[in-house]
């Protein structure tokens, strides 16, 4: 319908045609109502995007379950793999229109999205796209009768995603559900649905049939519910909050069983040993570990541990180089931290703040708001914490940091792996033994050695503990996606 098309204009002057409709067997359609989204950089609309209820839901799965059956299942490997490259060659064409809605929709600096987000997208799809055509079973050798297995696709997949990487968790929900033949319904965050809605448009230009993907907008009490317990939907892939996660469990447990993966909350400790070959190396890659993205990330590095003979030089070093990096607009070209994504956020982060305060941390550096116009915080460093605070076991999902000085290698990784969470963690010393000895001593899903956020789509994540169920990208999450059938077949023998 032309009516639910609308036209965004960035910041920077930028200008992006969208159609905001739900994306239901590879046409734009009117939701059950409209849900408002935010420029959290400034607290004001960008538009409306059409919204779904159970009746929408029931709708794009119904679509989803005949695209399944209809064809897609048996489809052959080679097209599949076509199909992807193409929509991944599509996405590198229109990046600058997702970045823009990106940025304008989260609050991410342009920059950033420039730098990581497309092409996340384009390498889960091309990755994927190559295997496609490799998922093979097994001949299993038994007395005298054929035996083999077969990897067949689910069925209908649904994703639940997030508003901190939304497009980045599209592919990461997408490529492996499509690879292996299986049809995907794709519920966005209410907050960030924009960047969703372009790639939409470019899954059919790419050539997918109706209903391969179908991706709609909606709140996740009534359309995530509705999508977590629907009877044709056979996995469900979540991103988000442990309280949803659970939910998610509950309802898949209550209804048919269906396959979860979950990849919930963390509370990442970084282990910077004095040891280190540059101070100055190990604080760029803990400032990006905690403050990249305004803090919002799953795996944000928010515990830094750091040994006793570097700490004075460490902590001032971290310091200058928070002070350096420039808050605000999220398209001046000069912004490395943006806004929190939403008024409800920044309350509960600057709440941390406050807790934090109360409970007798040293708030070193920040903890105020920045300007009096969208959700902006300062960078917030709390010194002379104690393991039993707040700050110290809780998620905040914001700009905040937490550093501890520690002496003993055995009591720090006790204090790392003291935390319901498990899903990263960082390491940073010169000594390959203790980077080998620390990352195998330590409870987390993706350790990082002298670095931090440095993924490929070939590396699985996901976590330990309450931080998730199975793991996403590499060829373990290929299992998440299908089910194993075993054949035995009697050759020549007879009663």
Known sequence: MSSLITEITAPDGYTVKLNTGL??????????????????????????????????VDLAVDAAHKAFYGGWKTSKPLERARLMRKLADLVKRDSEDLVHLESLDNGKPLSASRMMDTDSVIEQLQYYAGFCDKLHGKVIETEGKLSYTIHEPVGVCGGIIP???????????????????????????????????????????????????????????TAGEALSRHMKVSKIAFTGSLATGRAIMKAAAETNLKKITLELGGKSPSIIFDDVESVDEVVFWAHMGIFFNSGQ?????????????????????????????KIGDPFAAETFQGPQ??????????????????EGATCYLGGNRVGDEGYFIEPTIFTDVTENMTIMKEEIFGPVVVISKFKDIDDVIAKANDTTYGLAAGVFTSSITRAVKVSNALEAGTIWVNTYYSNSPGEPFGGYKQSGIGRECGEYALSNYTQVKAVKINVGKSI
Not at 341 to 357: L, P
Request: aromatic share 8%.
């Open 23 to 56: 994306f239901l067997n590879n046409e734009f359609v009117p939701g059950a109502h409209t849900i408002e989204t935010i420029n959290p950089a400034t607290g004001k609309a960008i538009t409306s995007v059409q919204a779904a209820e159970k009746e929408q």
């Open 341 to 358: 994504i939403s008024e409800g956020q920044f309350n509960r982060v600057m709440n941390y703040i406050d807790i934090g305060k109360k």
């Open 163 to 221: 508003w901190n990487v939304p497009m980045i968790m599209l592919a990461w929900k997408i490529a492996p559900a499509v690879c292996t033949g299986n049809t995907v319904v794709i519920k966005t965050s209410e907050l960030t649905p924009l960047s969703a809605l372009k790639i939409a448009a470019l899954i059919k230009e790419a050539g997918f049939p109706p209903g391969v993907v179908n991706i709609i907008t909606g709140y996740g009490p």
């Open 297 to 325: 990330s799953c795996c944000a590095g928010t515990r830094l541990y750091v040994q006793e003979g570097i700490y004075d030089e460490f902590i001032e070093k971290f310091k200058a180089l928070t002070l350096s990096k």
